[in-house]
């Protein structure tokens, strides 16, 4: 529910949850054939180095991954809607805690530490469940598995590291930032 101009959830909060989502989801669905499988490239992931900049990137990432994995052309079914869903809202709270937390090092290095929760909660969560719904992988045995744990691991590094972490750093130079700054500054935490 909205309180007001003062509330954490007004029009700002709102709108930029929505605008990641819907990003989320036009950088997920044109490139659907390597979005989704064994070896997963997603653009959007990128987007999750947003946590660190605004709490409202939380619910927009959560909600973007849900419509990409409903409306996706290659669609996995309910399974990967729901636990992909709870992998991205798992990861994008880690990360904005992590980088709250975590205040005895450089900030670089926090969004560093911060970054890890993605890549290893899609690994451990979609790296299980793949082999269990894409026919291709045949017979399901522990080292398939592990081997799909190690693939999604592996590409989710390579899009948050070597995309997402530089995309960060960018908008942090832009100052981008400091409209949610300004805008959690403003809106003084409601009494008790």
């Given at each position: 529910?909205?309180?007001?101009?003062?509330?954490?959830?007004?029009?700002l909060?709102?709108?930029?949850?929505?605008?990641?989502?819907?990003?989320y989801?036009?950088?997920?669905?044109p490139?659907?054939?390597?979005?989704?499988?064994?070896?997963?490239?997603?653009?959007?992931?990128i987007?999750?180095?947003?946590?660190?900049?605004?709490?409202?990137?939380?619910?927009?990432?959560?909600?973007?991954?849900?419509?990409?994995?409903?409306?996706?052309?290659?669609?996995l079914?309910?399974?990967?809607?729901?636990?992909?869903?709870?992998?991205?809202?798992?990861?994008?709270?880690?990360?904005?805690?992590?980088?709250?937390?975590?205040?005895?090092?450089?900030?670089?290095?926090?969004?560093?530490?911060?970054?890890?929760?993605?890549?290893?909660?899609n690994?451990?969560?979609?790296?299980?469940?793949?082999?269990?719904?894409?026919?291709?992988?045949?017979?399901?045995?522990?080292?398939?598995v592990?081997?799909?744990i190690?693939?999604?691991?592996?590409?989710?590094?390579l899009?948050?590291?070597?995309?997402?972490?530089?995309f960060?750093?960018?908008?942090?130079?832009?100052?981008?930032s400091?409209?949610?700054?300004k805008?959690?500054?403003?809106?003084?935490k409601?009494?008790?």
């Amino acid at each position: 529910m909205i309180k007001g101009k003062n509330s954490p959830y007004g029009t700002l909060y709102l709108s930029t949850s929505a605008v990641i989502a819907a990003l989320y989801v036009v950088l997920t669905l044109p490139f659907a054939q390597i979005a989704q499988g064994p070896v997963q490239f997603r653009l959007a992931e990128i987007m999750v180095v947003l946590p660190i900049l605004t709490p409202a990137a939380i619910p927009g990432l959560a909600i973007g991954c849900f419509l990409a994995n409903l409306l996706s052309p290659s669609s996995l079914g309910v399974i990967d809607v729901v636990f992909g869903t709870i992998a991205t809202l798992i990861s994008a709270v880690l990360t904005r805690l992590i980088f709250q937390k975590v205040r005895r090092i450089s900030e670089t290095k926090r969004s560093i530490a911060a970054l890890i929760p993605p890549v290893l909660v899609n690994a451990l969560i979609v790296g299980t469940y793949l082999p269990f719904i894409i026919p291709a992988y045949g017979q399901i045995t522990g080292a398939l598995v592990a081997m799909s744990i190690l693939y999604v691991g592996l590409s989710e590094t390579l899009v948050v590291y070597a995309i997402g972490l530089p995309f960060l750093l960018v908008l942090k130079k832009t100052g981008i930032s400091s409209i949610w700054q300004k805008s959690n500054n403003q809106n003084p935490k409601p009494k008790k």
